[in-house]
DNA sequence: GTCTATATTATGATAGAC
DNA sequence: GTCTATCATAATATAGAC
């Protein structure tokens, strides 16, 4: 027999499709992504999608802004829990771990390479330079550095998108490797989910 | 009284639409692009953009080999040309030069964030292996400055699409001048074209 | 080599029932 | 809160003329 339909408060729901569109645009892109490929990720009708959050491009802004609330909480947490280590090494390893919040990296990529685009490019621009603020000011990196750290995370984002880490070569083997700090094996663990 | 349509020869027209092509799918990427924006840019009609190339898609990858084709080029004049200084600092130079020729960099970051597209993925690894290998082997940089460096580009992409270097906040300018190495004035007017 | 016209499909969004 | 049905549009691709 089947499973009805679940009825979630909206609150919920909202998440769920958050979550579920954070993953598809991740993939796809924006434009590339479709209101029913996330409803059928988030197990409910086209419709409801696109009434719950009024449009796509809607969507895609509320996805722009959790991906970086995602991105600060891990950071403002790994800045507190201080264990002796550098702040950045602490920072590198928590960007590292959202790696396992699937399609977070990947839509922030996506974001960000659309700062052309009306709607779009403000929020992106907004939440690049929340980032910078954050590493620069709460973590304390110079200017220098906190643009080094930035930099490392764009190549992470992109070793990511394009899957080198799934790659036979060795030399896709030998870039993610030094991308993400040693720990290939660890980049493999959290990427695969 | 009206200009005639130019007749061109094959190997000029397919230039042409590549050329206007590589600076569209930068701006919008690929499904956020249009072959009729391409065409309007390229001065031609809808139809023959896509009659020329076949489908969008086979458009798309030419693009994309086109781009690592021009930096390709720019990396290896920059190593030829050996005037004293390091090498990295001769590919950085080169690789912000990449700037003024419109929209190759972005048609990049775009190709670099579609890894999960069957047709488009394996194009964009190969792509940035190529590019890595470059670095690497031609250069002769280590693993990890090769990888430093193209972290460096990566960020360079970000800020460019991001437009950041228009922004009048104080942040955005000090991240777009550490990205570039301190000449926010030349990233500026190469930006502007 | 290049255009106009058009077939075809896909997709975002709306209306209205339950 | 959620669905089904449907509208409207946009966009790729094709056919065929010049």
């Known amino acids: 027999m089947e499973t009805t339909r679940q009825r979630l408060p909206a609150a919920e729901r909202r998440e769920s499709i958050l979550a579920a569109a954070t993953v598809v645009f991740g993939e796809r892109g924006y434009a590339g992504a479709t209101t029913d490929q996330i409803a059928t ?4 009708s086209q419709a409801y999608v696109v009434r719950t ?12 802004r959790r ?8 950071f403002r947490s790994a800045i507190e829990a201080d264990d002796g280590r550098p702040v950045d090494q602490r920072l590198g390893q928590a960007y590292l ?6 399609g977070i990296l990947l839509a922030l990529l996506h974001i960000f390479s659309l700062g052309n685009d009306p709607a779009i490019g403000p929020v992106g621009r907004e939440g690049f330079l929340t980032i910078y603020r954050l590493v620069r000011d709460e973590a304390g990196l110079a200017p220098e ?4 750290f930035l930099a490392e995370g764009m ?7 394009l899957q080198l880490h799934d790659c036979d070569d060795p030399d896709a083997l030998e870039l993610v490797t030094q991308a993400c700090g040693g720990d290939l094996v660890r980049f493999r663990a959290l990427a695969a989910g």
């Open 53 to 64: 959050f009024g449009s796509k491009e809607t969507l895609f802004v509320e996805v722009a």
């Open 145 to 148: 550095d906190a643009s080094h």
């Open 41 to 44: 990720a988030a197990g409910i």
């Open 97 to 102: 771990e959202l790696i396992a919040d699937r």
């Open 155 to 161: 190549l992470i984002n992109t070793v990511l998108a």
């Open 67 to 74: 991906a970086v609330g995602r991105i600060e909480a891990a």
